[in-house]
């Protein structure tokens, strides 16, 4: 069970990957595609364990989906029992999205990933910050927001792009 949850992350993962860019022009971040095919041998034997499904057709892979697989199923390794069932979740609710949603989605993860470091960590603990409100808050500030028209959502943003990130709190 384990297994099909950790290569349907993988495939989640390559896949969301590869939809938010367009084919011709890889992100800058990202390191270049793998173009030797990797021997299923050179995988650790957990590695193997979690990705035996795909043994039969391994060397059939392009080389760039295999060093996919491989670097997730090294995550999965390295991952909590609370860190996997959180990806498992989320990953349930991504297969529940019809594909518009689906494709919202890339599209701000992309928009996220080209912002400037300090400017995604902003965004992190603005998004932190609201998940530890109590659900009324969290509803209250939804139901504002998609009352707002575009162009008061821009101006109720714009304070908080300019501002320095706020002092982080680290826990004791």
């Not at 939809?19 to 990202?30: E, N, R």
């Not at 041998?41 to 057709?57: A, I, T, V, Y």
């Not at 808050?137 to 501002?163: D, F, G, S, Y």
């Given at each position: 069970?384990i297994?099909?949850?950790?290569v ?6 390559a896949a969301s990957g590869?939809?938010q ?5 890889p ?5 270049p595609a793998a173009?030797?095919?990797?021997e ?6 957990q ?6 499904g795909h043994?039969g ?6 080389p760039d989906r295999?060093?996919a697989?491989?670097k997730?199923s090294q995550?999965?390794?390295s ?7 959180g990806?498992q979740?989320?990953?349930t ?10 494709q919202?989605?890339?599209?701000r993860?992309?928009q996220?990933?080209s912002l400037?470091p300090e400017r995604?960590?902003?965004?992190r603990?603005?998004f932190?910050r609201?998940?530890?409100m109590?659900t009324e808050?969290?509803?209250q500030?939804?139901?504002q927001?998609h009352?707002?028209?575009?162009e ?5 943003v714009?304070?908080?792009r300019a501002?320095?990130p ?7």
């Amino acid at each position: 069970m384990i297994r099909a949850w950790f290569v349907c992350a993988c495939l989640l993962a390559a896949a969301s990957g590869v939809a938010q860019t367009p084919v011709s022009t890889p992100p800058a971040s990202a390191p270049p595609a793998a173009t030797t095919p990797r021997e299923w041998n050179s995988l650790s034997p957990q590695q193997q364990q979690l990705l035996k499904g795909h043994q039969g057709e391994w060397n059939g892979l392009p080389p760039d989906r295999q060093e996919a697989l491989a670097k997730g199923s090294q995550r999965w390794l390295s991952m909590t029992p609370q860190q996997r069932s959180g990806a498992q979740q989320r990953f349930t609710q991504w297969r529940a999205m019809p594909p518009e949603q689906k494709q919202v989605l890339r599209e701000r993860w992309q928009q996220y990933r080209s912002l400037p470091p300090e400017r995604q960590q902003q965004v992190r603990e603005s998004f932190n910050r609201f998940r530890q409100m109590p659900t009324e808050k969290r509803t209250q500030l939804r139901q504002q927001w998609h009352q707002m028209t575009p162009e008061q959502r821009h101006h109720a943003v714009q304070p908080m792009r300019a501002a320095p990130p706020p002092p982080r709190h680290v826990p004791r």
